[in-house]
């Protein structure tokens, strides 16, 4: 492939990776949250219930900065702790996904419209190249982050 290619398709990740950033951040911020702290509110939407050890694992966070995160979760309301059943010392983070929800989907509802739009302009054939740039992209990020979390500096 031409290396112009490359560099035009690296740029435009990059610009995407930036705005992505940025409007993430201004939702955050009119929720009322960090926009960190909103991505990471998003993994335990897309996961539900989960125990700290276990946010922090995904997260890549340390134990104490996750206990900060459910302080900060816990003030709003926007999440619950509860002690497992089988051993009290664990801690399980309990989303209120009625209360996210209602808080973030009109910050997204334009964008989402949007979206969705751009998404219906393109044939069958460019959404699978998408499709395929996404996935592979996103396998790519994952096995990036779990070597750079695992290696010893």
């Known amino acids: 492939m031409n290396d112009d290619v490359i560099k035009r398709i690296r740029?435009?990740?990059?610009?995407?990776?930036?705005?992505?950033?940025?409007?993430h951040e201004a939702v955050a911020r009119k929720a009322g949250l960090s926009g960190t702290d909103h991505k990471y509110l998003g993994f335990l939407l897309e996961r539900g219930q989960m125990t700290a050890g276990e946010l922090a694992n995904v997260t890549g966070l340390t134990t104490g900065a996750i206990t900060g995160l459910i302080d900060r979760?816990?003030?709003?309301?926007?999440?619950?702790?509860?002690?497992?059943?089988?051993?009290?010392?664990?801690?399980i983070i309990e989303p209120n996904t009625e209360k996210i929800m209602a808080l973030f989907v009109p910050l997204y509802k334009e964008f989402r419209q949007k979206s969705e739009e751009l998404i219906a302009s393109f044939s069958d054939?460019?959404?699978?190249?998408?499709?395929?740039?996404?996935?592979?992209?996103?396998?790519?990020?994952?096995?990036?982050?779990?070597?750079?979390n695992h290696q010893q500096l």
Do not use: C, N, P, W
Request: hydrophobic letters at 40%.
């Open 125 to 148: 054939e460019e959404i699978k190249s998408i499709e395929t740039y996404f996935l592979k992209a996103i396998a790519i990020m994952g096995e990036t982050s779990g070597q750079l």
């Open 73 to 91: 979760f816990e003030k709003k309301h926007l999440v619950k702790r509860q002690f497992a059943a089988d051993d009290r010392r664990k801690v």
């Open 11 to 23: 740029k435009l990740s990059q610009q995407y990776a930036y705005v992505s950033i940025q409007m």
